[in-house]
């Protein structure tokens, strides 16, 4: 089992940018498949990305390709989730989440997370 502990998030206008990240800890940080989803108020936690496990490369949900990047350090155990052009439907909790499967697009497919962090874009 992993820790994860998030920081950032906030209030931004349409168009703009965050960055959120994702500290786990202990040192096995390499063998998990890490991944980033959202829930918006009255709605099911639905996947944005992920970072595989095996290779780091990665994978998005259609509706934020091309706008949202997924970087991960190994040595510093830290996953990354850098939001550019930011739109009022991206308005959600966010979450980072650990699994052992190599390409995980399923909330079932994840064993540990994090706290979760706001996201608030106004249009």
């Known amino acids: 089992q992993v820790h994860l502990v998030q920081s950032g998030g906030g209030s931004v206008q349409a168009g703009g940018s965050l960055r959120l990240s994702c500290a786990a800890s202990g040192d096995t940080f390499s063998s998990y498949t890490m991944g980033w989803f959202r829930q918006a108020r009255g709605k099911e936690r639905e996947f944005v990305g992920y970072?595989?496990?095996?290779?780091?490369?990665?994978d998005y949900a259609d509706s934020v390709k091309g706008r949202f990047i997924i970087s991960r350090d190994n040595a510093k155990s830290t996953l990354y989730l850098d939001m550019n052009d930011l739109k009022p439907e991206d308005t959600a909790r966010y979450y980072c989440a650990a699994s052992w499967y190599n390409f995980a697009r399923n909330v079932d497919h994840y064993e540990s997370w994090g706290q979760g962090t706001q996201v608030s874009v106004s249009s």
């Open positions: 970072s595989n496990r095996v290779h780091g490369s990665t």
